[in-house]
């Protein structure tokens, strides 16, 4: 029998952006009940966006002056290439979207089978990997490609001889489980290639809802970049899903597409670019003011004087001539109207900030250059390492690791650990301070002999803070110095004794020659 394909388009509701045409594969065999309720659901809700998207439009024709969108000139519905357009032209855009993979990314993790401190194999190979293909750099760079639409994709070409549009060898690609068989021995990383939305399109989806791959993609259709010259529009290639890590950061109520950076500030991105354009535009204008001029009613201007006049005024307005030969014409400086755009531009920084939850500090960075304070840096780094934590290391990460290891490009391993360095460890500079600190602290403790009050060790555990095991550590050290200290001591004793000594002998010896 022939497979059941059903064509469906989405984006029918006028918010929504309009996505390309897909196939859901159901499988072989005619259509279920299952299929006839999931279908008959899908009209349903076809219909239901088509209404209030018909309603959508005729409010908009009654009511044009009552939607704020329409009276401040923003989108009705925002494209992936509406956000790649803004990524790529407007710096405080991409600062949205690159700020989180820069700061998660600023310290590496450590990739680790065991505690061993033997290099396994495993770790051997994924040294080398990253050494040769810089692997943390393009999982960066697909962090931050998948921030500026709702999904990105990272292409893993390996050298098993197949199409891109074809299932890879070792993966079931109905169930997404490696299998065993032919096809599946080692193969070799050859190139990683990390894409963006608005290059990538969904072209078939699976429709077994027995599967466990219910729902998510099983080709994409990648536009590459031109081999020529490098810019884009180059050729369309469809790729099967065994091939590509999808990767979906901000998920809500979807796994496949997440919500863009700049989706809830994009209105505000929109504004600043008014304020910063109109600030630009005003100074041009206002920064030359202009000139009122009057002709006098009783002077005669002959054709001569007035191609005169229009000569000066140009050279004027045009060049660094500055000054007017005019005859029969009054001249007035109009008023300059130049207002200052801080207080505009740091409302809408405000509200991005507050938005998207990150410290102004951290942001923007203070106007006098200083530091964010410890507070907000404290903060941040919390939110920072949860990210890695429960986004990077399992949705991330591991994904990539695990689909290396399904594609036989890494050793099989029962277990690895993800570790990321603590973004709150002191410095260099904040260790020293507070070693000067508590070395003073007990320096005033020493000499205000108080001792008899709070004994040393509790001193020690409940004003400094220190651990049982640290104070029982500094205690084993103070009486091993001590004793050295004595030792050394009676060492001294003794040789001055034996100097002592020998000095009265030899002066013994002189008196007895004479």
């Given at each position: 029998m022939a497979k059941n394909k059903e064509k469906i388009a989405h984006g029918v509701g006028i918010n929504d952006e309009p996505e390309e045409t897909m196939e859901f594969n159901t499988g072989e065999g005619e259509q279920t009940q299952e299929d006839v309720v999931r279908n008959q659901i899908y009209r349903e809700e076809v219909i239901a966006n088509a209404t209030i998207a018909r309603a959508e439009l005729m409010s908009k024709f009654l009511n044009p002056g009552k939607d704020i969108n329409t009276e401040c000139g923003y989108p009705p519905s925002i494209t992936k290439q509406n956000y790649r357009d803004l990524y790529d032209r407007m710096g405080l855009a991409s600062r949205i979207v690159n700020i989180f993979p820069e700061e998660s990314w600023s310290l590496l993790p450590e990739i680790n089978e065991d505690e061993d401190e033997k290099e396994s194999e495993f770790e051997k190979q994924w040294k080398e990997m990253q050494a040769e293909k810089n692997i943390y750099q393009v999982l960066k760079r697909v962090d931050v490609l998948s921030g500026i639409g709702r999904y990105g994709l990272l292409l893993i070409g390996i050298d098993d001889g197949k199409a891109l549009n074809e299932a890879v060898d070792g993966i079931n690609p109905v169930t997404g489980e490696t299998t065993e068989g032919e096809g599946t021995k080692e193969r070799k990383l050859l190139y990683l290639k990390p894409f963006d939305e608005s290059v990538v399109n969904i072209v078939k989806r699976?429709?077994?809802?027995?599967?466990?791959?219910?729902?998510?993609?099983?080709?994409?259709?990648?536009?590459?970049?031109?081999?020529?010259?490098?810019?884009?529009?180059?050729?369309?290639?469809?790729?099967?899903?065994?091939?590509?890590?999808?990767?979906?950061?901000?998920?809500?109520?979807?796994?496949?597409?997440?919500?863009?950076?700049?989706?809830?500030?994009?209105?505000?991105?929109?504004?600043?670019?008014?304020?910063?354009?109109?600030?630009?535009?005003?100074?041009?204008?206002?920064?030359?003011?202009?000139?009122?001029?009057?002709?006098?009613?009783?002077?005669?201007?002959?054709?001569?004087?007035?191609?005169?006049?229009?000569?000066?005024?140009?050279?004027?307005?045009?060049?660094?001539?500055?000054?007017?030969?005019?005859?029969?014409?009054?001249?007035?400086?109009?008023?300059?109207?130049?207002?200052?755009?801080?207080?505009?531009?740091?409302?809408q920084i405000d509200f991005i900030c507050a938005a998207l939850g990150i410290p102004k500090r951290i942001f923007v960075g203070s106007e006098r250059g200083e530091l964010a304070s410890s507070q907000d840096s404290k903060a941040w780094n919390t939110r920072i390492a949860h990210r890695q934590e429960f986004y990077l290391t399992p949705l991330l990460i591991r994904e990539f690791i695990d689909r290396l290891i399904a594609l036989h490009v890494l050793p099989v391993v029962e277990y690895y650990v993800v570790k990321w360095p603590d973004l709150n460890a002191p410095s260099d500079s904040e260790i020293a301070e507070v070693a000067g600190k508590q070395t003073e602290a007990m320096s005033k403790y020493v000499a205000g002999s108080v001792d008899h009050l709070i004994p040393p060790r509790e001193f020690l555990t409940l004003v400094m803070k220190y651990s049982d095991e640290q104070v029982d550590a500094i205690e084993k050290a103070s009486d091993s110095y001590s004793g050295d200290a004595i030792d050394e001591k009676e060492a001294e004793m003794a040789l001055r004794e034996a100097e002592a000594f020998k000095a009265e002998q030899e002066a013994a010896k002189k008196l007895k020659n004479l």
């Open positions: 699976e429709g077994d809802a027995k599967s466990p791959r219910y729902g998510l993609p099983v080709k994409y259709s990648i536009q590459f970049e031109n081999v020529k010259d490098g810019t884009t529009g180059g050729e369309s290639k469809e790729v099967h899903w065994t091939r590509v890590l999808h990767v979906t950061d901000n998920r809500i109520s979807s796994d496949i597409v997440g919500e863009p950076r700049m989706k809830k500030v994009y209105n505000r991105l929109l504004d600043i670019r008014k304020v910063l354009g109109g600030s630009g535009e005003m100074f041009w204008k206002g920064g030359f003011p202009g000139l009122a001029i009057t002709v006098d009613p009783t002077a005669t201007i002959s054709t001569t004087q007035q191609d005169d006049i229009k000569t000066e005024l140009s050279n004027y307005s045009k060049s660094l001539q500055r000054y007017l030969s005019l005859v029969g014409v009054d001249v007035k400086t109009l008023d300059s109207q130049v207002a200052d755009p801080r207080g505009h531009l740091e409302c």
